[in-house]
């Protein structure tokens, strides 16, 4: 543990000294609540119950789901046998279908990496089962470094030796922060944005109800897009950086853009269809569907100033061509028309869910959760373990990146930690471009229900060791600006 917090202690000078001196167009920083959460990252990361507590409520709350069924190429049962788990898990899993939850990385399965001194660098397709236990707290119960079991691809669970469960651990956190990043960030709220945006840039005139609702949640897309492809995507850059490289980058965006929904991207619809309804503790689920139904509650009303009956959704033809060049010309698993108001209400309450509270929560938490490099790393150097027992402390710091590269993930991270000091916030309407007064109140009672939704949250945290505030309404952004 000493050698962990010199590491930390090295890393933290470093980044914050840079931070200061090169930020300052940020907001002023709490440094001391930027301490706390260094500090217990450096003390809990390597717990079982907090790593499965970030799969609900760390900075990518999108990879878990239900698991009814065990794979078929991850036959864990025959080992959990020969452990003490095995009792907890019939029960669980026999008794009590519902408990067991699954992550699957197979989308990194064959993906290209960046060579690296003549290597390639390491990605692992994992499979990571975790067991939800009477207490509530959801907990690893085994990981197989790829698709496939097989002699060099084992099988590991915790009763393993410490430090062979605690790199396999690392290993799993290494797949779930490059889909993080490319997918869940990168892909479905930053480039997903920017269709919507240039989608209404081209089809809607200003004084089209629908532009003057959505155009405050495209505010500054275009631009920090424009930057992410200089500064994330170029040689030195953050993504460039990490394990895949810009060739991989390109691979596993295509080959998830393909596998996406629109019902993915509604968060009732995938809440429901990862089977997370019940599973206590999920704050992101709680806070994002209290601001989903805020969200649809007030489209619903604005838009029923302007489409009183599906007659008008149908004849708007300005809106009919804008729905069709976000599925022609933007993601092919969109509706390709509307026929009712409803379809037109679900739609755009997806759209400003995903420019604002959705980025919100894969997008404010980097620092939290990446602060300690070891519990999040975009980048590994050597091979995963195929042999049980043979890690140790030099073959993990020798797996982890160098510190200049550790550093520079770190101060990327630390960027994108807080607001601009102009940052417009998810409800605010500063240009009030709608100047009818119904349309007025309508923003003024959904400010109301927003402010209702942060007391509530603001209540719940209290009792909480590890606060959620990521969803808080007053922390939201109101678009994909940073």
Not at 66 to 91: M, R
Not at 168 to 185: G, L, R
């Amino acid at each position: 543990s000493n050698l962990w917090s010199s590491h930390s202690g090295q890393r933290c000078l470093g980044f914050k000294k840079a931070f200061v001196s090169n930020c300052s167009y940020h907001v002023d920083i709490n440094m001391d609540a930027i301490v706390w959460l260094i500090q217990y990252l450096a003390e809990h990361w390597k717990d079982d119950a907090f790593y499965g507590y970030q799969f609900l409520n760390g900075v990518h709350p999108s990879m878990i789901r239900n698991c009814p069924h065990l794979p078929s190429n991850f036959p864990c049962v025959p080992l959990l046998h020969q452990c003490l788990l095995y009792c907890i898990f019939l029960c669980l899993f026999v008794i009590q279908k519902g408990n067991i939850f699954l992550c699957d990385y197979k989308s990194l399965e064959g993906l290209p990496t960046r060579v690296v001194e003549g290597k390639s660098l390491p990605l692992t397709a994992a499979l990571c089962l975790l067991y939800l236990d009477t207490a509530g707290t959801l907990k690893p119960i085994a990981i197989q470094l790829g698709q496939e079991p097989s002699e060099k691809c084992p099988i590991f669970v915790p009763s393993d030796p410490e430090l062979d469960w605690l790199l396999v651990k690392i290993f799993v956190k290494n797949a779930d922060s490059v889909i993080h990043q490319i997918i869940s960030h990168l892909m479905k709220t930053h480039l997903l944005a920017e269709v919507f945006a240039v989608a209404t840039m081209r089809h809607f005139p200003d004084v089209h109800p629908l532009y003057k609702l959505l155009t405050p949640h495209f505010r500054y897309t275009l631009q920090i897009n424009a930057a992410a492809r200089r500064a994330l995507l170029g040689p030195t850059g953050l993504l460039a950086r990490s394990t895949p490289g810009l060739e991989g980058i390109i691979e596993l965006l295509r080959r998830h853009l393909a596998e996406t929904t629109y019902s993915s991207l509604c968060l009732p619809d995938n809440i429901a269809e990862r089977g997370l309804q019940n599973i206590p503790n999920f704050y992101y689920r709680d806070d994002g569907l209290k601001l989903w139904t805020a969200i649809n509650s007030f489209v619903r009303a604005m838009l029923g100033l302007y489409y009183p009956t599906d007659d008008e959704v149908s004849g708007d033809a300005e809106l009919q061509r804008w729905i069709q060049d976000i599925f022609t010309k933007g993601f092919l698993g969109m509706p390709e028309s509307f026929i009712t108001v409803e379809a037109v209400v679900k739609f755009v309450t997806m759209v400003i869910f995903t420019t604002s509270a959705q980025h919100a929560a894969v997008n404010s938490g980097q620092f939290d959760y990446y602060s300690w490099f070891p519990n999040s790393p975009l980048q590994l150097r050597k091979a995963p373990p195929t042999t049980k027992g043979l890690v140790t402390m030099d073959t993990i710091l020798e797996t982890l990146p160098n510190i200049g590269d550790t550093v520079s993930f770190i101060i990327s991270s630390l960027v994108l930690y807080k607001k601009y000091m102009d940052s417009v916030v998810l409800g605010s309407y500063p240009e009030e471009r709608f100047c009818e007064p119904a349309a007025k109140r309508i923003i003024e009672n959904f400010q109301k229900e927003l402010s209702s939704i942060e007391e509530r949250i603001i209540t719940r945290n209290a009792s909480l060791e590890v606060p959620y505030c990521y969803l808080k309404p007053s922390e939201i952004e109101n678009s994909v600006s940073i």
